[in-house]
């Protein structure tokens, strides 16, 4: 059990935390669009593996620099039109003018996908920072304005537990989230984090900002520690010396790994559910199994009539 497992059941016995109910449970997945046939097999047996646990939405990621935006397209429409799922389209200002952002957006908006996660976008492979477009929007917060101006679109932004690795300060970093949400944003989205206590320090943080919309704790199941450190290292996160522990000697060990990936984020979820969250994003890297393994531990399972 690590330190932040014992401070918040420390909390919750003292009835400072309020404790969540599982009937309250409402789950979100994020997807990748597939790159090759294989990888279309797998995406849509995640989806299809998932659906039965009826999330409140599921999204789209955009590739670096918007190279994958037709597969992003192709993968939102699919869902929309095959599954009884609600998608919502990631989409970048990187790589895209004002005008083809519209034309996108429109066309999302005609096929009844009215759910934006709103992002500035990384920067295209061998760019090492953001460089607005002439012809583009400077940032996130100039998205969601025209997003909002067009249609009356559900936004979704990105917020970051531990701050922006290019932020200047994390007051800094939630000033913009703050502009964010005054923009037009109706909810954040966290990058992933491993410690209860860093989420729960910043939606204090937050809150204290006047940032009011909800902000939902993204769980990613460790499927490979070498690539959760190279993440962490892009996204400015901390790996816990506690995880780095658990997973020494597992590289090649899948099995195992498994098991301890589901422990870890069954584990996680449980002291946030604890502490009263009722909303969870999972980034699901296209796999289910793990995901799946973790909302039932958290009480979350297919309702009677979804064929199971």
């Known amino acids: ?13 003292h009835g400072s935390l309020e404790i969540g109910s599982p009937s309250k449970l409402r789950v979100s997945f ?12 797998a995406l849509w047996q995640t989806v299809k593996r998932l659906e039965p646990l009826d999330p409140t ?36 200002c990187v790589g895209a003018s004002v005008a083809e952002i519209e034309e996108i957006a429109n066309s999302y908006w005609v096929s009844g996908v009215k759910h934006i996660v709103a992002l500035r976008g990384d920067p295209p492979d061998g760019e090492s920072a953001f460089t607005p477009r002439a012809d583009g ?8 304005e025209h997003l909002k101006k067009m249609h009356d679109f559900e936004i979704s932004v990105g917020c970051y537990p531990e701050i922006h690795p290019e932020a200047a300060s994390s007051l800094a970093d939630l000033d913009y989230l703050k502009r964010k949400v005054d923009a037009g944003a109706t909810r954040a989205l966290t990058q992933f984090f491993f410690d209860p206590e860093t989420y729960l320090r910043f939606l204090e943080r937050a809150r204290a900002h006047g940032i009011d919309i909800p ?8 499927t490979s520690y070498s690539n959760i450190k190279k993440f962490s290292a892009q996204c400015g996160m901390q790996v816990p010396a506690w995880l780095t522990h658990l997973f020494e000697g597992l590289e090649d060990d899948a099995p ?3 098991l301890v990936a589901s422990m870890v984020a069954s584990e996680q979820c449980r002291i946030l559910q604890r502490a ?6 999972f980034y699901t890297l296209n796999r289910a199994d793990l995901v799946y393994a973790v909302c039932h531990s958290m009480g979350v399972r297919p309702k009677l009539g979804n064929g199971q």
């Open 256 to 258: 195992t790994r498994k």
């Open 1 to 13: 059990m690590s330190p932040t497992t014992e401070s918040l059941n420390e909390r919750v016995a």
């Open 276 to 281: 009263g969250v009722t909303d969870f994003h």
């Open 137 to 144: 929007f400077a940032g996130s917060v100039e998205l969601i």
């Open 215 to 222: 902000i939902i704790p993204g769980i990613l199941p460790v």
């Open 30 to 41: 994020e997807f990748f669009p597939p790159k090759t046939e294989k990888m279309e097999t």
């Open 57 to 92: 939405f599921v999204s789209v990621t955009y590739g670096a620099g918007g190279t994958t935006r037709e597969r992003t397209h192709d993968a939102v429409s699919r869902i929309r039109q095959e599954t009884s799922l609600e998608p919502a389209a990631h989409l970048t």
